[in-house]
């Protein structure tokens, strides 16, 4: 073998000494490199779930919120159909009352009308209107009534 054939292997060799450091730098930076992206991806998925869990808690609040201010609308709902059903009871008092009214005000004065009819010292023509006539019928209160008109400030006699 002549010194050309050993410097040419000796060449190749350094060659091939060479590639495979390369390689294994290459390889070792792939690998430092890809280390590195999978430490930023834990780092980005680790915040991405800090920023969840704030998130969870944040909607937990809202939801909250949401929760009481619809148990306060549902309790004003209530109070609101508990006091209609009291205003109707009261108004149906009113109207049972009223009618009641009506027919002991129909007595009354078909008592005093009957009154005037027997009483002899009524003085007034037959057929007209006697001093205990309802107030509807004489023209004025009837007899004992607590109607009394009301007289305005612009009413006073100067």
């Known amino acids: 073998m002549g010194t050309t054939t050993i410097v ?3 060449v190749a060799v350094v060659v091939v000494l060479l590639l495979v450091l390369v390689a294994v730098a290459l390889a070792r930076r792939s690998r430092a490199v890809e280390a590195h992206r999978r430490e930023e991806r834990r780092d980005e998925a680790a915040e991405l779930r800090r920023q969840a ?3 969870r808690i944040a909607v937990q609040e809202r939801e909250a919120a949401s929760a009481k201010l619809d148990a306060e609308a549902r309790m004003s709902q209530a109070e609101a159909d ?4 009291e205003a109707a ?5 009113a109207r049972r ?7 002991r005000r129909a007595d009354v004065d078909e008592r005093l009308r009957r009154a005037d009819e027997l009483d002899p010292d009524r003085g007034d023509a037959p057929g007209t209107p006697g001093r205990h006539a309802p107030e509807h019928l004489a023209g004025g209160p009837a ?3 607590t109607d009394v008109p009301r007289r305005d400030e612009g009413d ?3």
């Open 8 to 10: 040419w292997i000796v």
């Open 53 to 55: 869990e704030h998130d």
């Open 82 to 85: 508990q006091k209609a059903a």
């Open 89 to 93: 009871r009261l108004q149906e008092e």
């Open 97 to 103: 009352r009223d009618a009641s009214l009506d027919e």
């Open 143 to 145: 007899e004992g009534s």
């Open 156 to 158: 006073r006699p100067a």
